[in-house]
């Protein structure tokens, strides 16, 4: 079983920055593609960015070049460094593991941008 423990979020400025941070138990964190989703209110959840065990990236179109996504096996965490932070950005934010088939989730952290 894995649990996922978001913190990181708050209330920003437009153009500000946050960073996130995902703290997992287990031991299988070095072996499994951790996400980033996010949900604003009224829609569904949707990708923000992923990172594959070997450190392969993928990022949705508009966090391109402003989010970047990395991990440290170490200390079993997963980070997300949002730049240049949006109004379109406020959602709450979910941390997602998979490994063998299997999708775990964090609880969320509630990301505010004000205009």
């Known amino acids: 079983q894995v649990q996922l423990v978001e913190s990181g979020g708050g209330l920003v400025q437009a153009g500000g920055s946050l960073r996130l941070s995902c703290a997992a138990s287990?031991?299988?964190?070095?072996?499994?593609?951790m996400g980033w989703y996010r949900q604003a209110p009224g829609k569904q959840r949707e990708l923000v960015a992923t990172?594959?065990?070997?450190?392969?990236?993928n990022y949705k179109d508009p966090v391109k070049g402003r989010f970047t996504i990395s991990r440290d096996n170490a200390k079993n965490t997963l980070y997300l460094q949002m730049n240049t932070l949006k109004p379109e950005d406020t959602a709450v934010y979910y941390c997602?593991?998979?490994?063998?088939?299997?999708?775990?989730w964090g609880q969320g952290t509630q990301v505010t941008v004000s205009s």
């Open positions: 287990g031991r299988f964190f070095r072996i499994a593609t």
């Open positions: 990172i594959t065990s070997g450190g392969s990236t």
């Open positions: 997602m593991s998979s490994y063998y088939g299997n999708d775990y």
